[in-house]
């Protein structure tokens, strides 16, 4: 495939805004099997949840790029894919992807070795307000539950909110490794009107 650097618009799909990340340790979050499966919300009319098939790269490629910059991903999401694992949400009316999400092997945290991963939700912008992202990654957690993962985990930036605010409701909580996480958790939470909701993971040794 050939990929680009940098976000990319489409005729009639805008990109996200692209956002400096301001720190430099990634954001981790983490689900215990003990929570159990989750109820994956309907499929709005209009809108198909199916598994990636070979056919889907170059719209996979439009759809990846409205929100990361990321080059050259599609040969590592590929090889540490789950079977079943590659979630897209295909719009029937353009054949357009409008939502991803995919359940991986193996783990790109020295803290979850082994783990299984959720990995790359994006929806597209021009489709959000449907809840495609919430089905989506619901879709993946299950998935990953059902490998028999113990504590999978995901990792995320401060501003990826909308992100966060799913992975929320969906039973990930966060997942403290440094001594300054604690009080970014904080603030991301307050800005969601969950400022209430505490329930952080945390290693047993912070850097």
Not at 26 to 50: C, D, H, K, N, W
Request: glycine share 8%; net charge neutral.
């Amino acid at each position: 495939m050939d990929r680009m650097n940098g976000l990319r618009a489409l005729p009639g799909r805008p990109s996200y805004t692209a956002l400096q990340q301001e720190y430099a340790h990634q954001l981790e979050m983490a689900r215990t099997s003990s929570a159990g499966l989750i109820e994956v919300p309907p499929t709005p009319g209009g809108y198909a949840l199916r598994q990636f098939c070979p056919s889907d790269e170059i719209r996979y490629d439009d759809l990846f790029h409205l929100a990361f910059e990321d080059s050259d991903r599609f040969s590592e999401i590929r090889e540490r894919t789950l079977e079943q694992g590659f979630f897209v949400v295909e719009h029937l009316a353009s054949r357009d992807l409008v939502a991803s999400c995919v359940a991986m092997r193996g783990s790109s945290s020295p803290r979850h070795p082994e783990a299984g991963q959720l990995g790359w939700l994006v929806t597209d912008p021009s489709h959000v307000g449907k809840g495609l992202g919430s089905i989506v990654a619901a879709s993946v957690t299950n998935r990953l539950l059902m490998e028999d993962y113990a504590r999978p985990f995901l990792g995320t930036e401060d501003m990826r909110t909308a992100a966060i605010s799913i992975y929320l409701k969906l039973g990930w909580r966060p997942y403290i490794y440094r001594s300054e996480m604690e009080a970014r958790w904080r603030s991301i939470l307050d800005r969601l009107g969950r400022k209430h909701e505490r329930g952080f993971l945390y290693s047993q040794a912070p850097e």
